[in-house]
């Protein structure tokens, strides 16, 4: 029986799953749901094929939230759509390593076997789109921002940016509310924004000033002959627009396959130049004179690039720790490099990142970091860390011959 007040259409099948049929947890998984498409103005729900969690370090959740996972195992929750998982708040092979604690990792453990006997698939990284097929047009549920802005502006997927909690109900459901990005008509860019002034600064940080100038809305990016450098480091790029502003989705002029042909007519304009940039910076980070140590991998590293770290380091002597942090599936492709690099000194860690796990237990309390993401939330936790290009890490780990 529908909710008392519901204003979103149901189909046969979708009103079983409210009305208890296909199990207790399903039922109050479609509740929830319903509600928030009731109070988005959803008009119906819509079929996924994906979801993807994320907020599922121990670190995050808790106890509270570790027991509401159970809870749901028990009632017999099963994903109804192929689920993936974002970072834990430790390495699950190598957490001692890392400085965590017997509780803390029991409980993580317990959270992660929870959510893989209802069926997710435990790629524990913030990268899924490296590792899912995924077509334009596909209806996700998401959360992670990086995902979320990758997924639908260089795909061409539509997932809003959903709340871990949500998404994880979504899937188990496999609907979504029909609002926001999965609708045509809130695909379409409401501000252009001219970033060819800022070409000689790095793209996460440019991505960390176009969402901090623009905050919402759909920008359209103009980047003429920066673009090069914004495909080199687009999901740095994407990832730093998500950290500071709300904005699930961007046009970039030639990269992403919803942009029109010709920037839009009619619509607010913004430029960035290197000035206003750099200002942006001077808010999440602060020059170090010796930090603790350089961490990469925010977002996750990918294979390709753990092979151009290792061709950068290779046979050198590092001056500083350098901590590296990506997924098991980009590992046991690059097993050898990782060894390799292992071999060096440089400390490699899967399952987890730099913003979801304990720096402090590794005895890292000020960081380098090339990430305007990695900046903003390290920063917010109380770490001082100074934001560089992966180039100029590269060089403080070895000198001026990179």
């Known amino acids: ?9 149901l189909t046969r ?42 907020g599922i370090s121990y670190k995050n959740v808790g106890e509270a939230g570790r027991q509401f996972i159970e809870r749901l195992r028990r009632l017999g929750a099963k994903f109804s759509v192929p689920t993936t998982v974002n970072p ?12 965590v604690g017997e509780e803390f990792a029991r409980a993580q453990l317990a959270l992660l076997e929870d959510l893989e006997a209802m069926g997710a698939e435990l790629i524990l990284t913030c990268t899924p789109y490296f590792y899912v097929e995924l077509r334009a047009g596909d209806h996700l549920a998401w959360s992670e921002s990086n995902a979320v802005l990758y997924a639908n502006s260089v795909i061409g997927a539509r997932t809003n940016r959903e709340g871990g909690p ?35 600064i790095d793209p996460a940080l440019v991505g960390y000033a176009v969402g901090y100038y623009v905050e919402k809305g759909i920008p359209y990016v103009t980047a003429g002959s920066f673009k090069s450098a914004l495909e080199s480091r687009l999901k740095e790029f994407l990832a730093a627009v998500g950290a500071s502003s709300s904005i699930g989705l961007v046009l970039i002029e030639g990269i992403s396959p919803e942009a029109p042909r010709e920037p839009p007519l009619g619509t607010e304009k913004i430029s960035l130049d ?3 940039v750099r200002e942006v910076k001077e808010r999440i980070s602060t020059p170090l004179g010796e930090p ?35 997924s098991r599936k980009a590992i046991a492709e690059r097993m050898r490099e990782v060894r390799a690099l292992e ?48 180039e100029e890490a590269l060089r403080m780990l070895i000198g001026n011959n990179v």
């Open 13 to 54: 099948e979708e009103e079983k799953i409210l009305e208890g049929e296909m199990g207790e947890a399903a039922r109050i998984a479609m509740e929830a749901v319903v509600r928030v498409g009731e109070s988005l103005g959803a008009e119906r729900l819509v079929e996924i094929s994906r979801a993807h969690i994320s």
């Open 1 to 9: 029986m529908p909710l008392r007040g519901v204003r979103v259409y």
């Open 343 to 390: 071999a060096l000194g440089v400390e490699v860690y899967a399952d987890t990142c730099m913003v979801v796990s304990e720096l402090s237990k590794m005895g890292i309390y000020t960081a380098v970091v090339d990430s305007a993401k990695a900046a903003y939330y390290l920063s917010s936790q109380g770490y001082e860390v100074e934001l560089v290009s992966r």
């Open 274 to 276: 290197e000035e206003e």
């Open 88 to 99: 834990a708040g430790m390495d699950t092979c190598k957490w001692r390593s890392m400085g």
């Open 292 to 326: 603790d140590a350089i961490l990469l991998g925010c977002p996750h590293l990918s294979a390709g690039e753990l092979l151009e770290i290792h061709e950068a380091l290779a046979g050198r002597r590092l001056r500083r720790r350098l901590v590296l942090f990506t």
């Open 166 to 200: 949500l998404a994880l109900l979504e899937g188990l459901v496999g609907r979504a509310p029909y609002v926001g990005l999965h609708l045509d008509e809130e695909r379409e860019p409401t501000v252009l924004v001219d970033v060819r002034g800022a070409r000689g």
